[in-house]
């Protein structure tokens, strides 16, 4: 393909005017064609910087055009089968059999006493399974004693025991102490029970969805009202006497 003409060098090649006699103007090297050659042409006169190729004479001179009797055919772009060819020859995989007049050899033996082997090779090889060994735990240290944590519980029992002992014997000096103990701590306990039930009652009847301020307010007062009196039940429940202090 050709390349783009530059006038600029032509320019400096060959000087046009534009008012001249006809004998002054370049002519191209072929007799009887009586144009100016298109690659002498500044591109001032043309009024562009460069020259497109084919765009004032065609091809230009030694350029390859296709061929009108090579045309696209049908079905030449489309993808065409290999030739067949001869399938290549199997390989035999197995050995053939030997010839039917072929007498195979007898009485062959190697010598080898297979039973006696089997008990050699049984009597050197190491069991697959050890034999474990029993864990002796009278050799264990700290063995027979009673554990921490059981004399830790222990410990706590016999303080609180004691700090009862205490308070029972302890006589009311201070006015306005009462204590309770023995029939009237389990009656209080049962009262706080029944309590605890009726207020458990008003909030299992609570509506699911609370959009109302006063119904937030009222569920948190039942969930306080509720863990209060567990605490209270908890703490009187493990007690043997409670001493009551009148505010008035």
């Not at 390349?3 to 320019?11: M, R, S």
């Not at 027979?144 to 000096?173: D, I, M, V």
């Amino acid at each position: 393909m050709s390349q783009p003409l530059n006038g600029c060098a032509g320019q400096e090649a060959v000087a046009v005017e534009r008012q001249g006699s006809p004998s002054t103007r370049p002519r191209l090297s072929k007799p009887g064609t009586g144009a100016v050659d298109p690659r002498t042409v500044p591109c001032s006169l043309l009024g562009e910087k460069t020259i497109r190729a084919r765009r004032t004479m065609g091809p230009s001179s030694g350029e390859q055009l296709v061929s009108a009797e090579k045309w696209l055919k049908a079905r030449e772009k489309e993808p065409q089968l290999p030739t067949p060819q001869k399938p290549a020859p199997k390989e035999r995989r197995k050995a053939p059999l030997p010839p039917k007049d072929e007498v195979p050899l007898h009485g062959l033996s190697s010598g080898r006493d297979f039973v006696q082997g089997n008990v050699q090779d049984a009597a050197a090889a190491e069991p697959k399974f050890r034999e474990q060994q029993e864990v002796r735990y009278v050799f264990k240290p700290h063995f027979g004693e009673l554990p921490p944590y059981l004399q830790q519980r222990k410990k706590e029992e016999e303080e609180a025991r004691e700090a009862a002992e205490r308070a029972r014997l302890q006589p009311q000096e201070e006015p306005g102490v009462t204590t309770i103990s023995g029939d009237e701590l389990a009656e209080l306990i049962r009262h706080l029970k029944l309590k605890w039930q009726s207020v458990n009652e008003a909030y299992v009847r609570l509506p699911c969805v609370l959009d109302t301020p006063s119904k937030k307010r009222r569920k948190e007062e039942m969930e306080g009202q509720l863990a209060e009196i567990e605490r209270d039940v908890r703490m009187l429940s493990g007690a043997t006497s409670v001493r009551v202090t009148s505010l008035a």
